[in-house]
């Protein structure tokens, strides 16, 4: 059973919108949560984490909530950029040990 | 230069064959982890290593077997490929004192993949 679920394969953005993209998760052990961005014919790159002390994570135009009671994170992207297009991976941790990760979410930011 | 190196970037091979993917990294993290990647699944664990006498399986690893040769090389083989392990396969690293204090940033590390097709 899939630990980590984005259930959005595809999102379309107008240049200057904010993107959000969704991520919920079941295991109530996971304490660190990640999302990754990844190009086409590269590995994925980390983009922001937030632990399970926090509700909120900030890094420039990268914003992750955590709702722990929902088991969901979501990440905002303010204000969407066209080089933001990329898959977005949303991954899940306790201890740091095993990563189990999301299936992606394509974002396609339009000029 | 690359943290994380993988090689080969793309391999083609046939049904039966013996396959090796090859890991190398520079970041001296002492935890690597071997993915795959298939449209519509996300990464999924095949192994993991914590350090050099260390080694654990992942969600996924029948069918493949790994060699940590030193704390910068994590080798990962598949005996006898069948077509069904077409896919992406990523290489990562992690820094092994993330983790202990929640405050801590916890991030992994990815080679830029190795396109495997098995014909």
């Known amino acids: 059973d899939q630990q980590v679920k984005q259930n959005s394969p595809s999102l379309s953005v107008q240049e200057g919108r904010i993107s959000i993209l969704n991520c919920d998760y079941t295991?109530?052990?996971?304490?660190?949560f990640l999302w990754y961005k990844k190009y086409p014919a590269e590995g994925p790159t980390f983009l922001i984490s937030?632990?399970?002390?926090?509700d909120k994570n900030e890094d420039g135009r990268f914003t992750v909530f955590l709702n722990k009671s929902a088991k969901h994170l979501s990440l905002h992207i303010v204000p969407s950029q066209p080089g933001d297009s990329a898959v977005y991976f949303c991954?899940?941790?306790?201890?740091?040990?095993?990563?189990?990760f999301g299936t992606g979410t394509s974002l396609t930011v339009i000029p | 230069d690359a943290d994380v190196t993988q090689t080969p970037r793309n391999r083609i091979t046939k049904t039966g064959k013996r396959i090796m993917l090859e890991c190398s990294q520079t970041?001296?993290?002492?935890?690597m982890y071997w993915y795959r990647q298939d449209p519509g699944l996300g990464l999924r664990l095949i192994y993991y290593?914590?350090?050099?006498?260390?080694?654990n399986k992942g969600e996924i690893s029948d069918g493949y077997s790994v060699s940590r040769q030193a704390q910068a090389k994590f080798s990962l083989s598949l005996e006898s490929a069948i077509p069904n392990q077409t896919a992406l396969y990523f290489c990562?690293?992690?820094?092994?004192?993330?983790?202990?204090?929640?405050?801590?940033?916890?991030?992994?590390?990815f080679g830029p993949g190795t396109r495997l097709t098995v014909l």
């Open positions: 295991n109530s052990m996971f304490d660190y």
């Open positions: 991954a899940a941790s306790a201890f740091g040990n095993q990563f189990y």
């Open positions: 290593s914590f350090d050099v006498k260390d080694i």
């Open positions: 937030i632990s399970s002390i926090k």
């Open positions: 970041k001296g993290h002492d935890r």
């Open positions: 990562a690293t992690s820094d092994p004192d993330a983790g202990r204090d929640r405050t801590q940033k916890v991030t992994q590390y």
